[in-house]
Structures are given as structure tokens and as C-alpha cells.
């Protein structure tokens, strides 16, 4: 059964527009997952614009289902990593100017980089995926890295404003896909997923978990972090079912 990772970064966005105390991304991860998320997943930022420190350690105490830490290369972030042990770390390319995550992790080119953050999470114990675009160069690469999994970029496949462009993005993670499972990498995806174009990435052939945050936090802003989360895993469920 595939897994949903919900991504709870924008209910901290959300607390640190005003500098307050609300709303509190715990309770958003305690919602979540009684509404049946198999996962909480945070990215502690380099210039914490949204995750804080403190929301991490208290994830770390509260979180029944996996944690999984979206991690910088910085090696400051990593020892954060190793000091809070979460169920998974997700190493992610950073520019402190962009939105949001705005590609996959280099693999390549970063290579001595990426080695040594995956040695020192392995070492630590931790299960470690990486964040790449769906290439198959970069698949393989991740393998020869020592990476756990990794977590295919949808970003291009969520952007496609036609059929014709959509799917050959989609047959681009499908090829992805195949690469990891020949190489013996978990499958993971996320970046843009929403209500609508869930279904076909959820699909593909032996895909393990989705990591999804943006459009479930914006549907609980109209019926609820209960209902939005619910509703994105019977999505994703019934594309599975097919």
C-alpha cells in the first residue's frame, strides 16, 4: 500500500507571517495523522522561514507514524539530523532566494557533496532518500551514492499545461521508476501533486510513497485538515486499486 507523507512546511508559513504562535504545525502533524497520513514530513530550511527548530524536536516526540526530515547539504542541517534521528532523512537542493523547492538534488555534478551527507546519515543510523529530478543518470547515481530511496521531482509533470506535455513527463518518472526498482531504490515522488493530477503519479508500478503538502493545506483552509488529508489518500488509494 503507498504511503502519504504529508508536508506540514505551510501551516508553519502560515504561523510565521505574523511571528505568533498559531497555528501550531504539531497539531496539524496530530491531525494528520489520525486522519490516516503515514507520514509527517518537514523541510528545516538553512534561512528557517517556516520549520523551526524547536517544531522538529517536538515532531521528534509526537509523530506515531514516520518523521521524515528534508535536509540541505549543509553540513549544520545534517548534524541537526543526526542529533533528532528522524525516521527519514530527505536530502533536497536549497537556494535561499527560491519559493519552494525548485529541482532535484544534482547528484552528479554534487557527487563528493552528496557521498559525504549520505555517509554520515548512514552512519548515523538513518534511512536516507534523495530528492532528484526523473533521470535515469541521476537514479543510478543516487544507488551508487548509497541513498535508502529516492523522491522523483514531479514539479515538471505537475506544471504541464497539456495533455501532450503531461504525459511525457509522466513517461519520464514511469522510466525513472523502473530505474530505481532495477537498482533496488524505494520509489517516492512529490513536488506540485494535487487533487487532480494525484491518480497517474500514484500508479506508477511499484511506487512506495508520496510526500504531499501544498494542496492539502490549502483544501484544510475549506473543510479541514481532517477532510483535505482523507481525501488526498482515497485519491491515491483508487489509482492504486486500478
Known amino acids: 500500500?503507498?504511503?502519504?507523507?504529508?508536508?506540514?512546511?505551510?501551516?508553519?508559513?502560515?504561523?510565521?507571517?505574523?511571528?505568533?504562535?498559531?497555528?501550531?504545525?504539531?497539531?496539524?502533524?496530530?491531525?494528520?495523522?489520525?486522519?490516516?497520513?503515514?507520514?509527517?514530513?518537514?523541510?528545516?530550511?538553512?534561512?528557517?522561514?517556516?520549520?523551526?527548530?524547536?517544531?522538529?524536536?517536538?515532531?521528534?516526540?509526537?509523530?506515531?507514524?514516520?518523521?521524515?526530515?528534508?535536509?540541505?547539504?549543509?553540513?549544520?542541517?545534517?548534524?541537526?539530523?543526526?542529533?533528532?534521528?528522524?525516521?527519514?532523512?530527505?536530502?533536497?537542493?536549497?537556494?535561499?532566494?527560491?519559493?519552494?523547492?525548485?529541482?532535484?538534488?544534482?547528484?552528479?555534478?554534487?557527487?563528493?557533496?552528496?557521498?559525504?551527507?549520505?555517509?554520515?546519515?548512514?552512519?548515523?543510523?538513518?534511512?536516507?532518500?534523495?530528492?532528484?529530478?526523473?533521470e535515469v543518470n541521476q537514479v543510478r547515481a543516487s544507488h551508487d551514492l548509497g541513498a535508502h530511496a529516492i523522491e522523483l521531482h514531479t514539479g515538471r509533470y505537475a506544471d504541464a499545461t497539456t495533455e501532450l506535455s503531461r504525459n511525457v513527463e509522466l513517461a519520464q518518472l514511469i522510466q525513472a521508476g523502473r530505474a530505481a526498482l532495477d537498482s533496488g531504490l524505494l520509489l517516492h515522488a512529490g513536488h506540485g501533486l494535487n487533487y487532480q493530477n494525484v491518480g497517474d503519479v500514484a500508479a506508477i508500478p511499484s511506487m512506495r510513497e508520496l510526500n504531499i503538502g501544498h494542496s492539502i493545506v490549502s483544501r484544510a483552509v475549506f473543510v479541514g485538515f481532517d477532510q483535505a488529508v482523507r481525501e488526498m489518500k482515497q485519491a491515491m488509494n483508487l489509482a492504486q486499486a486500478k
Not at 27 to 33: H, S, V
Not at 59 to 88: G, M, W, Y
Not at 111 to 129: F, I, K, Q, Y
Open 1 to 134: 500500500m503507498i504511503r502519504l507523507g504529508v508536508n506540514i512546511d505551510h501551516v508553519a508559513t502560515l504561523r510565521q507571517a505574523r511571528g505568533g504562535v498559531e497555528p501550531d504545525p504539531i497539531w496539524a502533524a496530530a491531525l494528520a495523522e489520525l486522519a490516516g497520513a503515514d507520514g509527517i514530513t518537514v523541510h528545516l530550511r538553512e534561512d528557517r522561514r517556516h520549520i523551526q527548530e524547536r517544531d522538529v524536536r517536538l515532531l521528534k516526540q509526537t509523530v506515531r507514524t514516520r518523521l521524515n526530515l528534508e535536509a540541505s547539504l549543509d553540513p549544520a542541517i545534517i548534524d541537526f539530523a543526526l542529533e533528532i534521528h528522524p525516521d527519514q532523512v530527505t536530502l533536497v537542493p536549497e537556494r535561499r532566494e527560491e519559493l519552494t523547492t525548485e529541482g532535484g538534488l544534482d547528484v552528479l555534478r554534487h557527487s563528493a557533496r552528496v557521498s559525504e551527507a549520505v555517509r554520515r546519515c548512514r552512519d548515523g543510523g538513518l534511512e536516507v532518500s534523495l530528492f532528484i529530478d526523473p
